[in-house]
């Protein structure tokens, strides 16, 4: 569900002190697209906003939502996206966020 070895590559690009304020900065965005994607009346779930949601959730290493959001990406550049399901894209982040969450202190501890 995590690349463990993007998250740490990351955490080396940008340094141990930035990378919690990247994390939170990366929460806060997705979280407001998913929000502005799910409020929107009728489909709203872009190219754009996939190809967002896909290219955040890669480069922290959110390797299960890249997928979902890939394939989001797919169907709205085919005209299709009326035919996402956003509330498995919301859930598929809850999901990776919570292992991710919990599982991060560990992955950098010693």
């Not at 894209?89 to 966020?97: G, Q, T």
């Amino acid at each position: 569900m995590i690349d463990w070895q993007r998250v740490a590559e990351l955490r080396d690009e940008i340094g141990e002190e930035d990378f919690d304020d990247v994390v939170g900065i990366f929460l806060e965005e997705v979280e407001e697209t998913l929000n502005r994607i799910r409020d929107a009346e009728g489909p709203a779930a872009t190219a754009e906003d996939m190809h967002f949601l896909k290219g955040s959730a890669l480069n922290m290493g959110f390797k299960a939502l890249t997928a979902v959001c890939e394939q989001g990406e797919a169907l709205s550049e085919q005209s299709l996206a009326h035919t996402i399901d956003v509330a498995m894209v919301e859930e598929c982040y809850l999901i990776s966020k919570k292992s991710f969450l919990a599982e991060l202190p560990k992955a950098f501890a010693g």
